[in-house]
Nanobody, 122 residues
Framework: QVQLVESGGGLGQAGGSLRVSCAAS????????LAWFRQAPGKEREFVGF???????YYGVSVKGRFTLSRDNAKNTVYLQMDSLKPEDTAVYHCAASSLVGVRTSVGYSYWGQGTQVTVSS
């Protein structure tokens, strides 16, 4: 069982940066793949990226080159650094955990956080 709690986010400006964090409780944090998904009003949930226990990461097309994932297994925390923000990055960002590797769809993730709002003004 893994519990995930997101923090950070808030209001940012286009071209600026924000960072969101996801703290996990439970055993074997380092064995889980941690991912971020986002959902804007009226839109489907979108894959942002995932990071494996060893630190390998993969990003969705819309954020590649702008967003960076990292994790601190000692702190049971994963971070999403968001640079060069765009208004279309506005969404609720959810952290998720999976024991499967390489999954880019939400159905592959068993554990979810409540989400944190990110709003980017133009």
């Amino acid at each position: 069982q893994v519990q995930l709690v997101e923090s950070g986010g808030g209001l940012g400006q286009a071209g600026g940066s924000l960072r969101v964090s996801c703290a996990a409780s439970g055993r074997s944090f380092s064995s889980y793949v941690l991912a971020w998904f986002r959902q804007a009003p009226g839109k489907e949930r979108e894959f942002v990226g995932f990071i494996s226990g060893s630190g390998d990461s993969y990003y969705g097309v819309s954020v590649k080159g702008r967003f960076t994932l990292s994790r601190d297994n000692a702190k049971n925390t994963v971070y999403l650094q968001m640079d060069s923000l765009k208004p279309e990055d506005t969404a609720v960002y959810h952290c998720a955990a999976s024991s499967l590797v390489g999954v880019r769809t939400s159905v592959g993730y068993s554990y979810w956080g409540q989400g944190t709002q990110v709003t980017v003004s133009s």
